[in-house]
């Protein structure tokens, strides 16, 4: 049997102040253990200067051993006598809604890129004696210092992956607080970089709660079939805890007659296979899913999981052994309706009940780590998924600390996810400039994931050129070619690059027998502003782009799917003209409020043809 390597990163923070050593720990279905959430009304104090973090000399105040109770406020700190000097209260500070962006929710930070303090207080109700408590949070953008009862857990990077800081020795039955100061201050050096085409939504964006487990616990699994083969699942489990060594494991998924136990190693490890028989396949068709149970001892935790076949031979990409054309659409994470940044199981239903209206058999969760309703969602509808990071645009190549940031979302992404089988494409990033520099990050990251994870594909939306020399062939000059399963690449023929006309001529050069997928093509149109189709702007002109663009884009042999550019109109700061964009990127084919562009009819008609074509095969 392949060993299957489940990487995860332990990012260890020392410091003096209390002297605690604390670390971010993957934990693995935070959804379906026991936790008592701490979503709802938090108190919130906005930091532009960090005054609260910084001293007058630009010192961190949470490094020394006495900081300041006046300012310093992490520490939660009540005067105690009138003539006391503390310069924050936040009992009487405002109050602000989490999960949520502080950009939709307060006017006046609806542009706002710098730190707030969020706080809040809670008791707790301890269970069984022995027990362990984790602080979960399912993200914060950008950076986010944690403090619980005065005390610094860590400092968290990187605005859509999940983290996790034990609190066992912190907590009490009453009188608990939880400091957490989030910035989203944009940055050269961070992944994504200072620049990007989406709103920068700063805030606790997804679900805060307190996770308790067992003293020894099941900390990760991976419970997935083996590489083209039905009958056989790959079993991977880990334990973290004080008798995690020589312990029995047991897997049981009844459904399926299935029942293994497992033993694990002086490390808490454990590798395996379990014979299956006449599984039902997860596909968009059948998006079945089994209970799988993992005991240990008195510990149970369930997930619901999904099994089938991923490979791709030549220019076809195979599930379950049988060859797909991923109908799809790109989704950025932002309800328009209600505004602000999507995080509910409710959200994820709409813009994936949009995306199976289209006919979508496939999404392109864009250009960072959805929430995990979303996944789990997708799942559920029979939606296959790409999932990526978001190294986008231009990224600072040399920086080993950027590089070091990528591929701790990358891993993150992965260590969260890799259970559903709806998942099906890991993309290592979006429209980067072809360098040796750029060549080698993204190498790594391509061998970092194949090391984890060696059943999915890999790929990235690299970018099409004209070759010199002639009048529209196209061709992708990109050395990641080689490298990737799929060769996916955004066009914007007809957009910015001519109109739509100049899709009748294009041809596009691919000289490898691999699945090519456009990973985006579109442009822009204001819900109800009418035309001729030489009207930029209007419905029809973006009608009749999307028909020129699938008529040229069926002319490549190896064409296997397509996720057009966007599924709704988003925010986006970049877009500045009056009256049509006014802050939004108009390249939906809905609305920001779910009303159909005509572009949306042309591209459901084209993957009902789809559709058709490929039962037939």
């Not at 051993?65 to 105690?80: D, H, I, M, R, V």
């Not at 399912?138 to 609190?167: C, M, P, Q, R, S």
């Not at 590089?403 to 979006?430: C, G, H, P, V």
């Amino acid at each position: 049997m392949r060993p299957i390597k489940l990487l995860i990163i332990l990012a260890i923070f020392t410091f003096s102040f209390n002297s605690l050593k604390s670390q971010e720990l993957n934990i693995i279905n935070i959804s379906n253990r026991t936790a008592m959430s701490l979503n709802g009304s938090w108190k919130y104090v906005v930091d532009p200067y960090e005054t609260g973090y910084y001293d007058y000399r630009r010192e961190a105040r949470d490094e020394r051993e006495n900081p300041s109770k006046s300012e310093a406020l992490f520490l939660g700190y009540k005067a105690q006598e009138p003539s006391e000097r503390v310069e924050y209260d936040f009992d009487k500070s405002e109050n602000i809604m989490v999960p949520g962006d502080w950009n939709s929710q307060i006017e006046k930070l609806f542009y706002y890129e710098g730190s707030v303090w969020y706080y809040k207080k809670f008791d707790y109700d301890f269970g069984a004696e022995g027990n362990r408590q984790f602080i979960h949070f399912g993200a914060a953008n950008y950076e986010a210092d944690v403090y619980v009862n005065g005390t610094k857990l860590g400092k968290h990077i990187g605005g859509f992956t999940a983290f996790n800081y034990e609190i066992t020795s912190l907590l009490k039955e009453k009188g608990n607080f939880v400091i957490v100061k989030v910035d989203n201050t944009r940055g050269f050096e961070k992944v994504p970089t200072i620049n990007t085409d989406w709103w920068n939504y700063g805030g606790l964006t997804r679900d805060v709660k307190i996770v308790e487990v067992p003293a020894t616990f099941v900390q990760d699994y991976y419970i997935q079939l083996a590489k083209n083969d039905p009958n056989t699942i790959e079993v991977s489990l880990e334990l973290n805890g004080p008798d995690k060594a020589d312990q029995s494991i047991t897997i049981e998924i009844a459904e399926a007659g299935i029942k293994a136990s497992f033993k694990t190693d002086k490390n808490g490890k454990t590798i395996g296979e379990i014979s299956a028989k006449k599984l039902q396949l997860w596909s968009p068709e059948n998006p079945h899913l089994y209970e799988v149970k993992i005991s240990l001892q008195n510990h149970e935790i369930a997930d619901k999981i999904g099994f089938r076949t991923l490979d791709t031979e030549g220019s076809d990409i195979l599930v379950n052994g049988k060859s797909v054309f991923l109908r799809g659409i790109s989704i950025h994470e932002e309800n328009g309706i209600k505004g602000g940044r999507a995080h509910s199981i409710e959200d994820a239903k709409l813009l994936l009940g949009w995306a199976k209206e289209l006919g979508c058999n496939f999404v392109r969760l864009a250009h960072y780590p959805h929430n995990e309703n979303m996944i789990r969602v997708a799942e559920e509808m029979g939606l296959m998924v790409w999932s990526e990071v978001p190294v986008y645009w231009t990224i600072q190549w040399k920086n080993e600390e950027t590089y070091q940031n990528a591929e701790k979302q990358l891993t993150d992404m992965i260590f969260r996810d890799k259970n559903r089988a709806s998942i099906i494409i890991w993309s290592m990033a979006n429209e980067t400039p072809v360098s040796a520099e750029r060549t080698e990050f993204l190498t790594s990251m391509i061998n970092t994931t194949r090391s984890i994870d060696s059943i999915r594909l890999i790929s990235a939306a690299l970018e099409r050129h004209t070759q010199e020399g002639t009048k529209n062939t196209q061709i992708i000059a990109d050395p990641l070619q080689e490298l990737v399963d799929v060769i996916n690449f955004n066009e914007y023929i007809g957009w910015y690059a001519g109109l739509p006309e100049a899709c009748n001529d294009a041809v596009f050069d691919i000289q490898f027998n691999k699945p090519v997928f456009i990973s985006e093509f579109g442009g822009g149109a204001l819900y109800g502003y009418h035309g001729d189709k030489a009207t930029r702007w209007t419905e029809e002109f973006q009608e009749d782009l999307y028909l020129q663009t699938t008529l040229m884009l069926e002319k490549i042999p190896q064409l296997r799917g397509m996720t057009p550019w966007i599924l709704s109109d988003f925010r986006s700061p970049r877009r500045l003209l009056p009256e049509i964009q006014d802050g939004w990127n108009r390249k939906g084919v809905l609305s920001e409020k779910g009303d159909k562009k005509k572009a949306f009819y042309v591209l459901q008609k084209y993957y009902d043809s789809k559709k058709l074509e490929y039962l037939k095969k």
